[in-house]
């Protein structure tokens, strides 16, 4: 139950600094367009992907990569942009777009 009752807290101070960096001006809301994986990264385990959005490299397990809100806020999070909203069906097809066509590193850690 306390581990539970802190991820939850965990959750909600990341939202609480996403929303004063959105207001402050440190994190940016990009148009869809203007947010861009160009590549995945696979590790060789296959639990961990990274990638780079900017000029920052970021590592996400599957199932954050795959849940839009925890990716959306991770990213948020972790560089200062928070990717844009899309329809769920839309999230799905454009990270299994992106599993699909990833290079498998041996080190692929940011």
């Not at 990009?30 to 590592?59: C, T």
């Amino acid at each position: 139950m306390t581990s539970l009752r802190s991820y939850f807290l965990f959750l909600t101070k990341r939202r609480e600094r996403i929303r004063q960096g959105l207001r402050s001006g440190t994190v940016s809301l990009p148009n869809e367009n203007d947010f861009y994986i160009a590549q995945l990264y696979r590790h060789k385990n296959g639990k961990r992907w990274s990638f780079k959005v900017g000029d920052k490299m970021m590592s996400l397990t599957t199932s954050e990569l795959k849940s839009q809100g925890t990716f959306r806020y991770a990213v948020a999070d972790a560089i200062g942009v928070l990717p844009p909203m899309r329809a769920p069906i839309n999230h799905e097809f454009w990270v299994r777009n992106l599993m699909e066509n990833a290079v498998e590193k041996e080190n692929a850690d940011p």
